[in-house]
């Protein structure tokens, strides 16, 4: 799938739709909540004035949220650190662990070390889990 038909395919996928929903229903809930904030602090109570300003900041914020959340390309951020992995390899010239260390020890009881079994097959899968439906 080429990487246009990757972001249309993006505004459409079941998460988004419900991050669609999410932001049209919050959107709307902080501003009428600021809105009556400002009637409330207009007729004398002071704290309010604090909360009028608070919950249109909670607006724009679910709305950063929201648009990061649909534009941001997970592959392209990991790809990005790999070449900064990378890069750092040769300036180095050393080789750059990804693997994390082995922990294991031998008196671990066998109830832990199912876990920690259960943990690296866990960490050994191919696909990575993600809010995006390809």
Not at 106 to 115: F, S
Request: charged letters at 30%; aromatic letters at 12%.
């Amino acid at each position: 799938m080429n990487r246009e038909s990757d972001r249309q395919v993006r505004w459409v996928a079941p998460r988004a739709l419900v991050a669609h929903l999410l932001v049209l229903c919050f959107v709307p809930g902080c501003l009428i909540a600021g809105w009556w904030q400002a009637t409330v602090a207009m007729s004398g109570n002071g704290l309010s004035y604090l909360y009028a300003f608070e919950w249109p900041v909670f607006a724009i914020f679910s709305v950063v949220l929201w648009w990061n959340f649909l534009h941001d390309d997970p592959d392209e951020v990991g790809g990005r650190r790999l070449r900064e992995l990378r890069r750092d390899e040769s300036i180095s010239g050393e080789r750059a662990e990804l693997r994390s260390p082995d922990f294991r020890t031998e008196d671990e009881d066998d109830e832990l070390r199912a876990y920690n079994d259960y943990l690296a097959q866990l960490a050994q899968r191919d696909r990575a889990k993600g809010w995006r439906s390809r």
